[in-house]
């Protein structure tokens, strides 16, 4: 609860976007997960003072801080579990491309794909592309590090950040890094808050690292009757001197859920989507090396993009895979896991035989090119139970075989109770030493990742 002290301070500092209204609590209290904690306010931040005393006020009268963007994660990390204050950066929106440095400089409310189409404007890029860029913001993807299809030849959010600017659980201000280069003067903590899920500090400002904008993209789909074929093709691709912008894999189960959505028919066991870049020429015998390559490993059909509206057409199936999938059941669990590419096959077979063993839908697709799998439990109601078995059957395994229970969705709540067992004790309590040192009082997004 916010003491009535703090609340009357907490107007004094947001004013009119200081909300305590029921329908401001509702929209604020869940994220994609829907899972659902009523916070007792939201407030608006439109400067960083604002956010500095808001977390001064919070030390002082004890009440927890939530910091949030568009409330996309897949975590939970938005989620206001013990109540108290969620502080929305979605009105931070200034935004400058220094196109000389290549550099953008950015508040965290920006909306990601906006940060990209204004880089492209220039002729530059900026790579990261989760699938939800169109409503997630800056500020949710450096604290969750997300990551995207166009990561594997061009890495994840933490690879783009050249500086920081945060404010700590205490209200105290640092600006790490600002807009160079290169920078090694002192410890890495610009890695420290990058994925910090917004339990160290809270980001106001940062400096992102843009790259020239590749010429020409283009796109093609392979078809196999069995993952194992799939799998093996894409180990085939990506040990051949090609290194694909995008190189994804859809199974059999998301497959005829997408070819009844848009009402087309695919039959197969596993497709890749493929994507290279670079010049026209480059693009052109890129794409004629994969056909040769792919030929090999008995595709039942393979599509290429020979036109813009093919390329869309390409990845189109691949963006409908969500809203097809959401179509199967009332609900969907989510995980996102990662394994050595090579076991992927294993990990698809694994998978699908806790589906069967707790009579569960269960539809994979994801990241091949990173070993980056999004294992969808496509449930009832009434299958919560199982489902939770399942899932923690599923991270066991990963454990034990060297993989991550997440690639780039996070901790937040939902996975809070295995992170223990993926780091080991030392890690953990390192971890745990850290948070604690940097909130004493436990008032930044209390209830995540521990
Ligand atoms: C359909 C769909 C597709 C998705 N696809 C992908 C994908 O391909 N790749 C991927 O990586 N993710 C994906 N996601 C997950 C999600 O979009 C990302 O995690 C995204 O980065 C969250 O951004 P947000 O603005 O919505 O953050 P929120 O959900 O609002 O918050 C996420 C976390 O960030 C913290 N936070 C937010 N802003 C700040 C800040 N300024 N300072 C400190 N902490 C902050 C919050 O406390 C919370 O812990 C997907 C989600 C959906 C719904």
């Given amino acids: 609860m916010i003491p009535e002290e703090a609340r009357k301070r907490l107007r004094r500092i947001f004013g009119k976007n200081y909300r305590e209204d029921l329908p401001h609590l509702i929209t604020h209290g869940s994220d994609a997960t ?13 400067e960083e003072a ?5 977390l001064k006020l919070a030390n002082q009268f004890g009440f927890p801080v939530i910091p949030r963007g568009s409330g996309t994660g897949f975590s939970g990390g938005a989620v206001p579990v013990k109540g108290g204050l969620v502080l929305s950066l979605t009105k931070m929106r200034r935004l400058i491309i220094d196109q000389e440095n290549m550099v953008a400089v950015t508040e965290p409310g920006v909306i990601t794909e906006e940060l990209q189409r204004e880089a492209e404007k220039r002729g530059l890029f900026y790579p990261p592309d989760p699938a939800s860029l169109k ?21 994840v959010t933490k690879n783009y950040v050249l500086g920081l600017r945060v404010v700590l659980p205490t209200g105290e201000v640092i600006e790490l890094g600002r807009g160079l280069q290169k920078n090694v003067a002192g410890y890495d903590l610009l890695g420290l808050f990058v994925g910090s899920e917004g339990t160290l500090g809270v980001i106001t400002k940062a400096w992102l690292r843009l790259i020239p904008k590749p010429q ?15 799998s093996r093709a894409a180990t085939a691709v990506l040990t ?3 290194l694909p912008s995008a190189l994804e894999f859809v199974d059999q189960k998301s497959l005829q859920a997408v070819g009844e959505y848009l009402k087309i028919e695919i039959e197969a066991g596993a497709s890749l989507i493929i994507q290279v870049d670079g010049d026209e020429g480059s693009v052109k015998n890129q794409i004629e090396k994969l056909q040769r390559i792919i030929s090999g490993f008995s595709p039942l059909k393979m599509v290429v993009a020979e036109a813009p509206e093919d390329e869309e057409q390409v990845w189109k199936l691949r963006r409908s895979i969500s809203p097809a999938i959401n179509r199967l ?13 090579s076991l992927i096959p294993e990990a698809v077979d694994f ?21 980056n799998l999004h294992v969808n439990f496509m449930i009832e109601e009434d299958q919560r139970e199982e489902t939770e078995k399942a899932v923690e059957e599923l991270f066991s395994w990963i454990i034990e075989n060297g993989g991550a229970i997440s690639g780039e969705h996070g901790i937040g709540i939902t996975k809070a109770k295995f992170l223990r067992a993926q780091l080991g004790d030392e890690a953990y309590l390192l971890m745990k030493k850290i948070k604690n040192l940097l909130d004493p009082n436990g008032i930044l997004n209390p209830g995540k990742l521990f």
């Fill in 329 to 341: 059941k009332p609900i969907k669990v989510n995980e996102d896991i990662v394994v050595p590419r």
């Fill in 135 to 155: 409503n997630s913001t800056i500020g949710g993807n450096l604290a969750e590090n997300a990551g995207g299809p166009r990561c594997l030849k061009y890495g």
């Fill in 351 to 371: 998978i699908y035989s806790l589906g069967e063993k707790y009579g569960l839908l269960v539809v994979v697709f994801g990241h091949m090119g990173d070993g």
């Fill in 240 to 242: 051949s001197g090609i």
């Fill in 50 to 54: 604002q956010v500095a005393e808001t």
């Fill in 216 to 230: 020409v993209q283009r796109s093609m789909r392979a078809d196999f009757s069995s993952v194992s074929d799939a």
């Fill in 34 to 46: 829907r899972i659902f904690f009523m916070p007792d306010a939201v407030a608006f931040a439109e």
